[in-house]
């Protein structure tokens, strides 16, 4: 099945700036990796994208991070304390997403905000080298550690993308104190005293903690992140890696707070890079392989009201589903993992988030961001405003990592991930240039062309592709000549490429139905390539939710089709549409049934906005 494209994009939000003379290098680590990564994530200007991900990333720098308004974003900081205990937070998320966008886009108006944000950030340092948001006899409680772990990550990602090392002497200066005042010595302060969480929001300081250690070289900042680890196997603490390498679930470690776990199991994973400690990725392992398997929705979330909970215990609505911090957090988890191993299986969990929940969070001009996506009901209300919402800050940071994972770069050559419409600038391992140009509709076209232009005119190199694992009848060729392909796995093209050679992807995108387990028994969903499907009232007047019920179990016999663009955009503009067929439920036992009214149907990313939606369908089995 083909679908045309139904979005419709002003040029100028897709405009890529050309400000820059020269590609980003970022600036290298004093101290090399002890665990290199077998692939290389890209920087974020090396993948530039323009279809149904590009649309999404474009409105989120334009219409969201260059947007904000920068006086918001330091108001804790020069009038200390500020309006919510996590105030401190927003600027470093900002800073951090900012810039990825800016190395995306090059845009110069954004890099003159950045500049702008972080000069008057450092003006607002104190002497000793503290840089939050609460009074002096309140430092270091609740929530004041983990601000100024978003202030270290975003100020050192903007070091290391612009190369202006002016505020590396502020993190030091941070990261000094916070060594001076917390550890274990005699004096210090415990680094899970006073934070929330069993100790995970202080201690998820761990993961910049370990960049500065590779940026400066500094052994104290690598034994502050040692003594982390330590600290929670000590009295009162969580217990993180231990109790994974244990066999325990997600569930049952520390109080099961799903943000702040994640988190510090993101910083194992940095730290796993740097000394190579292998029981750190053991436990990370262990974590994605119990959410994968007892604690994952459709949608690429994980967590209600916060936290995990008992196997399958995945309620749809009511239940303050997928926090988007929850979501973002997992999303980057899956990256580190990604680059860490070159598995396909966690692109796989990558391209479901992406697709999915993380973009059903996002308010579709970018603007805005909801708190929490649930799977049937009215979608929480988009939010704009800073206070009460620290998932607004989350989730740009989302959209703005997504070119960093869309390709990689292996030991064998280049590796393409997702496949949206644009184009990748690649450097090899060796050094070589190559460039890939994208020319897809996907997710609602199948075929997927690939243009290759080598620097030097050819070289030897593999191009690796990912088959998603549910593309079970994909199909590549090279130059017309066909090769065979393997859902679930990367499939390898090893050549001499030459400038103008073409590589044809072909996933069909069979609809497929999903029966439900557990908590969605006699209910079934709907996907479409990567696409989770949603009911929606806004396209369906005449057939509301509630009223219906799928009657069989073979996607077939239930006649799915794709409703023309042309007639896609007078129901919804700029949202694809499909349909099934189904049979009215009976208002009294053994009532006749009226059989084949079409129920129509978009993806989850577009579902919800202002009216009642449903992704477990009610099925008659």
């Known amino acids: 099945m083909k679908l045309g494209s139904c979005l419709i994009v002003s040029a100028a939000l897709l405009t890529v700036f050309n400000a820059r003379a020269a590609d980003v290098l970022p600036l290298p680590f004093v101290v090399p990796a002890k665990v290199a990564d077998v692939q290389s994530a890209l920087i974020a200007d090396q993948a530039h994208l323009e279809g149904f991900l590009g649309v999404r990333i474009a409105a989120n720098e334009r219409n969201r991070l260059l947007a904000i308004d920068e006086n918001r974003l330091l108001e804790g900081f020069r009038k200390r304390p500020g309006r919510q205990p996590w105030d401190g937070e927003h600027v470093g998320k900002w800073l951090h997403a900012a810039t990825l966008a800016w190395v995306n886009t090059g845009d110069p108006a954004l890099r003159a905000k950045l500049d702008l944000v972080v000069r008057e950030l450092l003006k607002c340092q104190l002497p000793d080298g503290y840089l939050g948001t609460y009074v002096p006899e309140q430092r270091w409680t609740v929530w004041d550690v983990w601000a100024h772990k978003y202030n270290l990550l975003g100020l050192l990602t903007y070091v290391r993308y612009t190369g202006d090392t002016t505020p590396l002497a502020a993190c030091r200066r941070m990261a000094d104190l916070l060594c001076h005042d917390i550890g274990d010595a005699p004096g210090q302060r415990s680094i899970l005293e006073g934070s929330p969480h069993v100790g995970m929001a202080h201690s998820s300081i761990l993961e910049p903690m370990v960049w500065l250690y ?5 052994e104290r900042y690598l034994k502050f992140c040692e003594m982390i680890v330590r600290a929670w196997d000590g009295p009162n603490g969580p217990r993180i890696v231990t109790d994974l390498n244990a066999g325990r679930g997600v569930h049952q470690v520390a109080n099961a707070k799903a943000y702040e776990m994640l988190s ?38 994980c967590s209600h009201h916060e936290h995990f909970h008992d196997a399958f215990e995945l309620p749809n609505a009511l239940q303050n589903v997928g926090e988007t911090c929850v979501t973002v957090t997992w999303l980057q988890f899956n990256a580190h993992l990604l680059a860490l191993t070159g598995e396909p299986a966690f692109a796989e969990e990558l391209e479901r988030t992406a697709y999915n929940h993380l973009l059903g ?34 989730g740009p940071r989302g959209v703005a990592l997504i070119p960093t994972f869309a390709g990689g770069v292996d030991a064998e050559g280049a590796v393409v991930n997702l496949y949206d419409r644009g184009e990748m600038r690649l450097v090899l391992r060796d050094g070589r240039r190559v460039t890939l140009r994208v020319d897809t509709d996907y997710p609602l076209q199948e075929t997927v062309r690939l243009t290759v232009t080598a620097a030097e005119g050819s070289g030897d190199f593999a191009l690796k592709l990912r088959i998603p694992a549910w593309a079970r009848q994909a199909s590549v060729s090279c130059n017309g000549l066909h090769v065979s392909a393997s859902a679930g796995a990367y499939q390898s093209l090893r050549r001499t490429w ?39 009232d806004r396209v369906n007047p005449d057939l509301k939710l509630g009223t219906f019920q799928l009657y069989h179990r073979d996607i077939a016999a239930l006649k799915f089709a794709v409703v023309p663009a042309a007639e ?23 009532a006749p049934r009226q059989h084949n009214l079409p129920l129509r149907l978009i993806p989850y990313a577009n579902a919800g906005a202002n009216s009642p939606f449903q992704v477990w369908l009610p099925i008659w089995l």
């Not at 896609?568 to 053994?590: D, G």
């Open 214 to 218: 590779r940026l400066t070289g500094e």
């Open 264 to 301: 510090c199991i993101n910083g194992t994973l940095e730290l796993y890079r740097a000394t190579g400690d292998a029981r750190l990725l053991r436990a990370a392992r262990a974590a994605w392989a119990d959410i994968v398997a007892q604690r994952l929705y459709l949608t690429g979330t």
């Open 361 to 394: 969070a996002q308010q579709p001009d970018g603007a805005g961001w909801a708190y929490y996506v649930e799977l049937e009901g009215r979608r929480k209300p988009f939010s704009q405003d800073l206070t009460g919402h620290c998932c607004l800050s989350s």
């Open 498 to 536: 030459r400038t103008g050679d073409t590589v044809e992807l072909r996933l069909p995108l069979e609809p497929r139905l999903l029966l439900g387990t557990h908590g969605n028994v006699g209910r079934a969903a709907v996907l479409y390539g990567p696409l989770v499907l949603a009911a929606d």
């Open 568 to 590: 896609a955009a007078a129901l919804l503009p700029n949202t694809p549409v499909f349909t099934v067929i189904t049979s009215t439920v009976p208002e009294v036992p053994h």
